[in-house]
């Protein structure tokens, strides 16, 4: 059993910065897609930067790209997420999310069955 644990999150100014946590502990699988999905108010949900454990492979979305960074620490099941420059329309719910597999990401990762989920961390930002 693979246990999910995200943290960070919190409320800055229209600019500033936040990092963000996920860690996966207990019976893991070898490589995971690892990465966070957000749920900003009145959309749907999308794929904001994930990575992949056993490589140096990085994708970040449209709204992530040139602002944040995806990586991992010192441990292979640690990811963080340093968000910088961060506007209002940031604003929302961040799920850290992770799916076994084997060679890298597929596109739809985050939506197979047996996709891990972290709790989820607000994340504000005041104009």
């Known amino acids: 059993q693979v246990q999910v644990v995200e943290s960070g999150g919190g409320s800055v100014r229209d600019g500033g910065s936040l990092r963000l946590s996920c860690t996966l502990s207990?019976?893991?699988?070898?490589?995971?897609?690892m990465g966070w999905v957000r749920q900003l108010p009145g959309q749907e949900r999308e794929a904001v930067a994930f990575l992949y454990t056993g490589g140096a492979s990085q994708w970040y979305g449209n709204s992530a790209e040139g602002r944040f960074t995806i990586s991992q620490e010192n441990s292979k099941y640690t990811v963080s997420l340093q968000m910088n420059s961060l506007e209002p329309e940031d604003t929302g719910l961040y799920y850290c999310?992770?799916?076994?597999?084997?060679?890298?990401?597929?596109?739809?990762?985050?939506?197979?069955?047996?996709?891990?989920w972290g709790q989820g961390t607000q994340v504000t930002v005041s104009s």
């Open positions: 207990g019976d893991t699988y070898p490589d995971y897609c």
């Open positions: 999310a992770a799916t076994p597999v084997q060679g890298g990401c597929p596109g739809n990762w985050w939506n197979y069955p047996d996709t891990l």
